[in-house]
């Protein structure tokens, strides 16, 4: 089984800085594209950044300039700092990971459980 797990998060003033991390476990066979998606209440789930397995990253232009993602392949996690923080970048933020596990062919893409963000004015 695999499993995402988030940490991170957290209440900030605006123009503050935050950074969420993630960590993939299990039984897995590779890991390709891993990012960092959001939802805020009646809105439909948007990606916020994502990064290759070779580091090629693509952020949502809300976010480019203010957040970075990062990620380490020898230990299957990804990390996205968050700065120049607005209040709407307040959302529910979730992992995502395309993967293969072992023992199959199939790439998947799995979620973690997601963790909140919410920024003060």
């Known amino acids: 089984q695999v499993q995402l797990v988030e940490s991170g998060g957290g209440l900030v003033q605006a123009g503050g800085s935050l950074r969420l991390s993630c960590a993939a476990s299990g039984s897995i066979f590779r890991i390709d594209t891993m990012g960092w998606y959001r939802q805020a209440p009646g809105k439909q789930r948007e990606l916020v950044a994502s990064?290759?397995?070779?580091?090629?990253?693509n952020y949502a232009d809300s976010v480019k300039g203010r957040f970075t993602i990062s990620r380490d392949n020898a230990k299957n996690t990804v990390d996205l700092r968050m700065s120049s923080l607005k209040p709407e970048d307040t959302s529910y933020y979730y992992c995502n990971a395309e993967l293969v596990a072992a023992g199959t062919f199939l790439k998947i893409k799995y979620w973690g459980q997601g963790t909140q963000v919410t920024v003060s004015s």
């Open positions: 990064i290759t397995n070779v580091g090629s990253t």
